[in-house]
């Protein structure tokens, strides 16, 4: 299994347990928040300078959900 397949995995085991533990996706906002913020934490704890490509993937987030609004799909 790749390294890729093994995150995805992580992460399809976590969206059933966010989903599992609070069923109304309104409230899943503070967590996606919160793995944003953690995310910011390690890439800039890990190298300082990885603050501006932090930034860069959240320029690309936006487009990706302006893009999901406009095509309805990812």
């Known amino acids: 299994m790749s390294r890729d397949d093994e995150l995805r995995e992580l992460l399809d085991g976590t969206a059933r347990e966010i989903s ?10 503070s967590w996606m928040v919160y793995l944003l913020g953690r995310l910011e934490q ?18 690309a ?3 990706a959900i ?4 406009k095509t ?3």
């Open 42 to 59: 390690k890439a800039t704890d890990e190298d300082p300078s990885h603050k501006d490509q932090y930034k860069d993937m959240l320029t």
């Open 66 to 69: 302006r893009n999901r609004f």
């Open 61 to 63: 987030l936006q487009d």
């Open 20 to 29: 599992r533990l609070s069923n109304n996706p309104r409230t899943w906002l």
């Open 72 to 74: 309805g799909g990812w």
